[in-house]
């Protein structure tokens, strides 16, 4: 009886201190995924040319949930999703929600979409590309409600998940992305393989790797600066994201694979149209990250530091009276969405309409530094923000709010679709004024900075 009592007590003091001691040492993650493919019949969007609803599935779409805690406690959940754009309101509801539910602070939810373009149409978002018919619009907004639910279950599940884990990350590269302003698609594969394509181009494939404690990958997230638009299929489909996703999962049974796109705005996939060019790409980038795998990759060691700003940028100039007209009486279905969209924003925030509230959200998991960048941001930002912060920073763009192209001074200088006309699939009233890039810049310089120093606290 005595000597049972002195084993009990043991036996709870040192569950009493194995507890802080291991939870001090260790990080964790859990992941979670819902399915959030619509029926058929909803509208898609992407694409100019999506006159009519989709008709069927080749691929379902996922959102997926990667939650982090650090050793001292703080989590943050990072969500992707196969989807074209979302708008910010869409973002800030999930934020919001995971804040109620479980205390994040804004900085600790990021959101990526992987911009496939044979996803539903999102309210919200890409509002110059087409005005739905009624039945369209009630459908995708009762899909943006149900969105919102399932990407907090998403978190929330993968929040509940959190076991402790080893995190590393490392990177390859892939070539099937090319510089879409600077060489004409029909001529990328002779130019490719004469070594002549033109043009900045970011070819890394960063991977990081959550394995449990016996080993196993649990989770693996993989990025690319490519858009992700390979197919023009009026079936749902994840694209060559959606399919390197499904490629790695069927490689590592057992793992949930994530994918977060990067600053690939101005960068295509060549050639394309085909299923046989997703899946080959789909390959492509599972075989890269396979490399990544198969080398010595970094630990992540240290601590969680999460920050978000918004950045007060601003569109060049008001729309002329005749522009509106003159698109309003167009027969292009783009060219009345631009102006209903443009002229609705001029009656309810009159002059305020050349403000945007631009998201720029960075993390520091130990050593590595990821910013989230919104928009469809082109690759002059990730060559320059890693030339000037380290190789250790990933950049992604077409997070928390893809409201535009988000063109380098370089792009916006050039103009053409990246730099200036894009504004009419976005419902914007001009491109954006010049010092674009200084003020992103500065905003992720300073980001970075704050959660460098708190990840080595
Ligand atoms: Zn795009």
Same mark, same amino acid.
């Given at each position: ?19 802080? %001691? ?44 990667? $939650? ?72 995708? $907004? ?18 509940? %998940? ?15 992305? &090319? ?29 990081? $790797? ?90 992540? +060691? ?13 569109? +060049? ?9 003159? $698109? ?67 950049? &992604?763009? @077409? ?5 535009? @192209?988000?063109?380098? +001074? ?7 679709? +990246? ?39």
């Amino acid at each position: 009886m005595k000597l049972a009592s002195v084993g009990l007590l043991f036996a709870l003091a040192l569950v009493t201190f194995a507890l802080p %001691a291991s939870a001090a040492a260790t990080w964790q993650a859990g992941s979670a995924r819902e399915k959030i493919t619509p029926a058929a019949g909803h509208w898609m969007t992407g694409y100019g040319n999506r006159d009519r609803p989709a008709d069927g599935t080749l691929m379902e779409l996922w959102v997926k949930a990667l $939650a982090f805690a650090d050793p001292s406690g703080q989590r943050a959940v990072l969500l992707t999703l196969d989807l074209c754009g979302i708008p910010r309101e869409i973002s800030d509801h999930v934020a919001a929600e995971l804040g109620r539910s479980h205390q994040l602070p804004r900085s600790a939810v990021m959101v990526n979409v992987s911009h496939t373009h044979c996803s539903p149409f999102i309210i919200g978002y890409a509002r110059g590309l087409r005005i739905l018919p009624e039945d369209g619009a009630a459908k995708a $907004a009762a899909y943006a409600t149900e969105l919102k639910v399932r990407m907090v279950r998403a978190a929330q599940a993968a929040l509940a %998940a959190l076991a402790p884990a080893t995190i590393s990350w490392g990177e390859d590269q892939a070539t099937f992305g &090319f510089n879409r302003r600077e060489n004409p698609e029909k001529d990328v594969p002779a130019l490719r393989a004469a070594g002549q394509l033109k043009g900045p181009f970011d070819p890394r494939v960063p991977v990081l $790797a959550v394995k449990s404690a016996t080993g196993e990958l649990r989770a693996l997230l993989v990025s690319y600066a490519c858009h992700n638009t390979t197919l023009g299929i009026f079936q749902w489909h994840g694209d060559y994201a959606g399919a390197a996703q499904l490629e790695l999962e069927k490689r590592h049974p057992g793992a949930t694979v994530l994918f977060a796109i990067g600053c690939g705005a101005d960068i295509n996939p060549a050639p394309r149209r085909e299923i046989a060019h997703v899946d080959q790409y789909g390959r492509d980038l599972a075989d890269a990250a396979d490399r990544a795998l198969a080398k010595k990759l970094t630990r992540v +060691e240290g601590k969680l530091g999460s920050a978000f700003t918004d950045v007060a940028l601003r569109f +060049e100039r008001l729309p002329t009276e005749q522009e509106i007209r003159e $698109a309003r009486a167009s027969k292009q279905p783009g060219q009345n969405a631009w102006a209903e969209a443009v002229a609705s924003d001029l009656r309810t925030k009159g002059d305020k309409i050349l403000d945007y509230s631009y998201p720029v959200q960075a993390w520091t998991l130990g050593n590595l530094t990821w910013t989230a960048l919104g928009g469809e941001v082109v690759v002059d930002y990730s060559l320059r923000l890693r030339k000037e912060l380290g190789a250790n920073l990933w950049v &992604f763009g @077409y997070s928390t709010d893809v409201m535009a @192209y988000i063109p380098s +001074e370089r792009v916006l200088a050039e103009g053409r679709y +990246e730099g200036d006309t894009s504004k009419i699939p976005y419902g914007r009233p001009s491109k954006w004024a010049t010092g674009i890039e200084e003020k992103i810049v500065t905003a992720t310089h300073d980001l970075v900075a704050r959660t460098r120093a708190a990840a080595r606290k």
